[in-house]
């Protein structure tokens, strides 16, 4: 946090605010299972993958669209563990359409990691 510009003492002191606006209680819940069902639930778990995979390879769920919500969710989770302090623009639109190395790039560019160039150097 120091590196995004936040003096300790005004984190430790965000940290005790935001702890202190807590909710006063919680609901703590418990599964006691034995090692028969923890293999059912596990089979069970991994059937619901399986069904999860098979729709992603669906047609409606590979399309620019979807693709473009993936990529944005994965900016944003990225985001927080970037240098950048600022978010001025988000750099997918939902909308659009991008080549699958477009979003390779804006990764790049968040991190702060130079492009190979290739492509650079043989158009001038």
């Given at each position: 946090m120091q590196a995004r510009g936040i003096p300790p003492d005004q984190l430790q002191?965000?940290?005790?605010?935001?702890?202190?606006?807590?909710?006063?209680?919680?609901?703590?819940?418990?599964?006691?299972?034995?090692?028969?069902?923890?293999?059912?639930?596990?089979?069970?778990?991994?059937?619901?993958?399986?069904?999860?995979?098979?729709?992603?390879?669906?047609?409606q769920y590979r399309g620019h669209l979807s693709k473009n919500i993936e990529y944005l969710m994965e900016y944003l989770f990225a985001f927080p563990a970037s240098s950048q302090r600022e978010l001025l623009e988000l750099p997918?639109?939902?909308?659009?359409?991008?080549?699958?190395?477009?979003?390779?790039?804006?990764?790049?560019?968040?991190?702060q990691i130079p492009s190979n160039g290739l492509l650079d150097e043989t158009i001038s």
């Open positions: 002191r965000t940290f005790a605010e935001f702890v202190r606006s807590g909710e006063e209680g919680i609901v703590l819940e418990i599964i006691i299972s034995n090692y028969q069902e923890t293999l059912e639930s596990e089979i069970g778990r991994c059937i619901h993958e399986d069904r999860i995979i098979k729709q992603r390879l669906n047609k997918i639109r939902v909308w659009n359409r991008y080549l699958p190395d477009y979003f390779d790039e804006v990764l790049k560019e968040l991190f």
